[in-house]
């Protein structure tokens, strides 16, 4: 009986030590390397430092712009790119990648102007697009003041602030500045980067708010995170619907909430100038990119297990944040492609 009883107890001491094993092997503590779009920056730093606590996965993100994420993913120096600005289906093709939303948030026209408040200065797209073109060179312009009766705006020169870096929040704005403006759309575009028209160049949205924070006159633009996190003067726009809209959650939210991710190839989607009275018309999602073949499958595992809990936990601190999380229907759809496309060895990786 004794030895009985001692034999039982060796397998089950054997049992739990191949389980541990097991479990090891299955979840290492790794490493997930990503750089790109500083756009969701602050957000991608709150779920890790939070996801790190409960996994022990380590994730390092390079907040170097869109433009610099999207290179280091087509040359497989990191796990995964972000981009503010989506690749259309044939270039994901031909790259092998992957994309899918991660986060939705808005662009916003931030300003140093004395005597001037957060939310109080209203601008219309047109008048923006001016002001980049160089055309509208002071903050009394008659354009500006006819906007703003109530406001007592002086006599100074606006110095225009843009990315310098390739950068997907310059995507977002001048894809919307083209939008709203022909001649923007003729002469200057939409992309990454562009031929700034006048004016000085930072790199990142850090950069670009540290400079409009410090220089008299300044305007540029940011994602409204920066702006809040810098207390920086954010103005007003006015919407498709012709509407004065504040950058918020709720605007942000009513841009998204028409879009049609099902119908949309490779999860491509633009959010600028959408129609809705509550909308914010520089409103954009913010994609991570992936390869299909993946180099091993405990890292794509590892890095799957962390987006799936971003989509699952993350949307408190995404709001305190000021972005729009990605609701359940699009990350059930994001999830399947995972389960479909991503493959590691030729075998499945996800779930």
Not at 88 to 93: F, N, R, S, V, Y
Not at 105 to 111: D, L, T
Not at 227 to 237: F, G, I, K, P
């Amino acid at each position: 009986m004794k030895k009985n009883l001692v034999n039982m107890g060796l397998m089950v001491l054997g049992g739990l030590l191949a389980a541990a094993v097991e479990l090891t092997a299955a979840d290492p503590a790794v490493t997930i390397n990503g750089a790109g779009a500083s756009f969701p920056f602050p957000i991608y730093s709150d779920w890790a430092f939070k996801y790190e606590k409960v996994s022990g996965m380590k994730l390092n993100y390079q907040s170097i712009g869109s433009g610099g994420g999207i290179k280091q993913i087509k040359e497989k120096t990191v796990d995964f790119g972000a981009s503010d600005a989506p690749l259309k289906a044939d270039e994901l093709k031909a790259a092998g990648l992957v994309q899918f939303p991660m986060i939705i948030g808005g662009a916003v026209p931030v300003v140093n102007i004395k005597g001037v408040a957060a939310g109080q200065l209203r601008l219309t797209g047109k008048v923006l697009a001016e002001i980049y073109l160089g055309a509208i060179t002071k903050w009394n312009d008659d354009a500006i003041k006819a906007l703003n009766p109530e406001l007592r705006l002086p006599d100074t020169a606006i110095a225009v602030v843009y990315r310098s870096d390739g950068s997907g929040t310059t995507w977002l704005y001048t894809n919307y500045l083209s939008k709203a403006s022909a001649s923007w759309a003729v002469k200057v575009g939409n992309d990454k980067s562009v031929a700034w028209p006048t004016g000085v160049g930072a790199k990142g949205n850090e950069g670009v708010a540290a400079i409009v924070k410090n220089t008299d006159g300044g305007i540029g633009y940011v994602e409204y995170a920066y702006a809040v996190e810098n207390n920086l003067a954010w103005t007003q726009m006015q919407n498709r619907a012709g509407a004065f809209v504040k950058p918020t959650v709720a605007t942000f939210a009513a841009a998204a909430a028409s879009a049609d991710w099902k119908g949309a190839p490779g999860f491509y989607m633009v959010l600028t100038n959408q129609p809705g009275a509550e909308s914010w018309p520089i409103t954009g999602a913010s994609f991570i990119l992936i390869h299909k073949d993946q180099k091993t499958a405990g890292t794509a595992r590892a890095m799957f297990k962390f987006f799936d809990w971003c989509y699952k936990n993350g949307a408190d601190a995404a709001t305190k944040l000021n972005y729009v999380p990605i609701p359940e229907s699009v990350y059930t759809m994001v999830e399947e492609t995972w389960k479909n496309d991503v493959k590691a060895d030729g075998a499945t990786v996800w779930p």
